[in-house]
């Protein structure tokens, strides 16, 4: 194997404009996840059947604005839209007099409003034109993102939670308790993941907390297996026999030596489970297992483009364009993240 040294320069320049490649790739997949959760987090503003801003009856009124402070996470029931937008039989569009101010969203239409004839085309005031229902193509685009992103992120964290407590007691007491982590770990893995939830959304029923309890309750075994690993190679390691030495308790040499060990994996191994469970979330709209269909997801939108796929093929397009491009974005960093954290592959590639 040859060895980069500063005496071969054309080693060097390979190595770095490698390096430039992939930073570049990086920074680009960072980018548009920023702007995938950015769409999510926004999506009243870009996309909604009421406006960001108008004056109604002599007062100002805040719709879009208030419909997306009530989805932030955590605080969002803090926020309550006022009469009477927030009757369904209201239509503002109707009820604002014609010369009233208004200042609407770019896409001033909802996902599931019914706004123009059945599979128009793109044009100036549809977009991506519409679907066989006449509903806005980008509008359902926009919001399928919140679904995805909410899906991807919140079940990788329950995962993330789940195998690192199961990973970590594995680990670190070792003995029984290892061998019946162990072996849970090992049911769980025999099933295949698709079919499990299949069986278990059939049972509670459709809906978003139901599919991030399912997939994230489902998905943890390979970061479980991961955490334990480290817990076993680190708890040997000099630095925790001093730290029992000194009197420390199990549960500070685990929070504070081991579990920060662990973290880098692990944190790779989430990146990437949020591509599978982005995956996971689609497969089952388009089997109808998913959200439901009151609810614009990627997977629902593949699964009524497909039924026209010979007559409108584009319709096709938008959701499997999203679908791939967040995939895609999510491998690319989870590949970058374990390139980063790994100093194994960094030494690695510096002496080839």
């Known amino acids: 194997m040859t060895t980069a040294n500063p005496t071969n320069p054309i080693l060097w320049t390979d190595h770095a404009s490698t390096s430039k490649r992939r930073n570049w790739l ?36 805040f719709p879009a604005i208030s419909d997306t402070a ?8 803090w926020f309550q839209k006022a009469k009477p937008f927030r009757f369904p ?7 604002l007099e014609p010369d009233a101010f208004a200042l609407w969203p770019p896409v001033p239409y909802g996902p599931m409003e019914m706004v123009a004839d059945a599979n128009r085309p ?27 992103v909410r899906v991807g992120v919140y079940s990788m964290l329950l995962a993330g939670i789940v195998g690192i407590i199961i990973g970590g007691a594995a680990g670190f007491y070792g003995g029984a308790i290892d061998w019946m982590c162990s072996r849970l770990i090992e049911i769980m893995m025999c099933f295949p993941a698709f079919f499990l939830i299949l069986v278990v959304m059939v049972w509670i029923g459709n809906g978003v907390t139901g599919i991030i309890l399912v ?23 000099d630095f ?11 549960w500070y040499i685990a929070l504070r030596h081991l579990l920060p060990a662990a973290l880098a994996p692990t944190l790779v191994a989430l990146t990437f489970g949020v591509a599978d469970a982005i995956l996971l ?10 959200v439901g269909a009151d609810v614009a997801t ?7 483009a497909y039924d026209q796929i010979r007559t409108h093929p584009g319709l096709m397009t938008a959701p499997c364009t999203a679908i791939f491009v967040s995939v895609l974005c999510c491998h690319i960093l989870g590949e970058q993240l374990r390139r980063s954290l790994d100093p194994r592959i960094g030494f690695s590639e510096s002496r080839s």
């Open 240 to 250: 925790v026999d001093a730290a029992r030495s000194y009197g420390a308790s199990g």
């Open 26 to 61: 990086a920074r680009s997949a960072a980018a548009i996840a920023i702007t995938f959760i950015l769409v999510a987090l926004l999506a009243p503003l870009l996309a909604w059947h009421q406006p960001i801003v108008c004056k109604y009856q002599g007062q100002f009124y």
């Open 70 to 77: 009530s989805r932030l996470p955590l605080v969002g029931s």
């Open 89 to 95: 039989s209201f239509d503002a569009r109707t009820a």
């Open 122 to 148: 793109a044009s100036r005031r549809h977009w991506l034109g519409t679907d066989d229902r006449g509903r806005d193509v980008l509008a359902r685009l926009i919001h399928g993102t919140c679904v995805s």
């Open 298 to 304: 990627w997977g629902g939108m593949l699964r009524d």
């Open 281 to 290: 979330e689609a497969g089952l709209s388009w089997l109808g297992l998913g």
């Open 215 to 237: 997939i994230g309750l489902t998905q943890w075994t390979s970061i479980a297996r991961l955490v334990r690993a480290e817990f076993l190679s680190g708890r040997e390691l």
